[in-house]
C-alpha cells in the first residue's frame, strides 16, 4: 500500500466517519480535504459555492489536493465531486492508494435525507429531487469512482474488512 490512502465516494459515502477510524486503526493522520479548504477560504464549503461558484470552488480543491505531500501516512477523505475534475482522479491514482467507498443509491439517500442543510449541492432539493440528483449525479460520477485501485462495499462490509484490503 502506497500513502496517502484517498477515500472517495458519493457525498454520505462515510469517507469522513470510516476515514477517521481507519486513520486511527492504521495510527496515521487523518485529513478530510473540504475542512482544510473551509480553513484555507476562512468560509464553508456552502459559502464558497454561494459566493464564488463551484469553478471557483473545484480550482481551489484541485490546488489543495496537490499540495498535500506526496508520500504522507495519512488517510485523505475528498470530497465526493473531487475525483471528477482536473484529472484528480488519474493525479491521486499515482501518488497514493485509492479506495472507493460504494454505496447503494438509497442508502445515500437516507443518509443525505438526515444532514442535507450541510450539503449545498443539495440542500434546497425536495426528497423526489434529492433522489433523482443522486441517481443522475452518481451515474455521472461513477466512471470516476470505479477507477479506483480498490472498490469497498460500504453498505455492508466492516472497517476492519478495508484494513485487510490495504494490507
Same mark, same amino acid.
Given at each position: 500500500?502506497?500513502?496517502?490512502? =484517498?477515500?472517495?465516494? =458519493?457525498? %454520505?459515502?462515510?469517507?469522513? $466517519?470510516?476515514?477517521?477510524?481507519?486513520?486511527?486503526?492504521?495510527?496515521?493522520?487523518?485529513?478530510?480535504?473540504?475542512?482544510?479548504?473551509?480553513?484555507? !477560504?476562512?468560509? $464553508?464549503?456552502?459559502?464558497? =459555492?454561494?459566493?464564488?461558484? !463551484? %469553478?471557483? #470552488?473545484?480550482?481551489? !480543491?484541485?490546488?489543495?489536493?496537490? /499540495?498535500?505531500?506526496?508520500?504522507?501516512?495519512?488517510?485523505?477523505? +475528498?470530497?465526493?465531486?473531487?475525483?471528477? #475534475?482536473?484529472?484528480?482522479?488519474?493525479?491521486?491514482?499515482?501518488?497514493?492508494?485509492?479506495?472507493?467507498?460504494?454505496?447503494?443509491? /438509497?442508502?445515500?439517500?437516507?443518509?443525505?435525507?438526515?444532514?442535507?442543510?450541510?450539503?449545498? +449541492?443539495?440542500?434546497?432539493?425536495?426528497?423526489?429531487?434529492?433522489?433523482? #440528483?443522486?441517481?443522475? $449525479?452518481?451515474?455521472?460520477? %461513477?466512471? =470516476?469512482?470505479?477507477? %479506483?485501485?480498490?472498490? #469497498?462495499?460500504?453498505?455492508?462490509?466492516?472497517?476492519?474488512?478495508?484494513?485487510?484490503?490495504?494490507?
Amino acid at each position: 500500500m502506497n500513502y496517502p490512502i =484517498f477515500l472517495i465516494g =458519493f457525498m %454520505a459515502s462515510g469517507k469522513t $466517519s470510516r476515514g477517521k477510524k481507519l486513520a486511527r486503526k492504521l495510527n496515521v493522520a487523518f485529513v478530510d480535504l473540504d475542512q482544510q479548504i473551509e480553513l484555507q !477560504e476562512n468560509q $464553508s464549503i456552502s459559502s464558497i =459555492f454561494e459566493n464564488q461558484g !463551484e %469553478a471557483y #470552488f473545484r480550482k481551489v !480543491e484541485a490546488e489543495m489536493l496537490r /499540495s498535500i505531500p506526496k508520500h504522507e501516512k495519512a488517510v485523505i477523505a +475528498l470530497g465526493g465531486g473531487t475525483p471528477c #475534475f482536473y484529472n484528480n482522479m488519474d493525479y491521486i491514482n499515482d501518488v497514493g492508494t485509492t479506495v472507493y467507498l460504494k454505496r447503494s443509491e /438509497s442508502r445515500i439517500l437516507g443518509r443525505l435525507r438526515q444532514n442535507k442543510q450541510m450539503r449545498p +449541492l443539495v440542500a434546497h432539493l425536495s426528497d423526489s429531487e434529492l433522489k433523482l #440528483f443522486i441517481a443522475e $449525479s452518481l451515474g455521472q460520477r %461513477a466512471p =470516476f469512482y470505479e477507477k %479506483a485501485q480498490l472498490i #469497498f462495499d460500504a453498505d455492508n462490509a466492516k472497517i476492519a474488512e478495508l484494513e485487510e484490503m490495504l494490507n
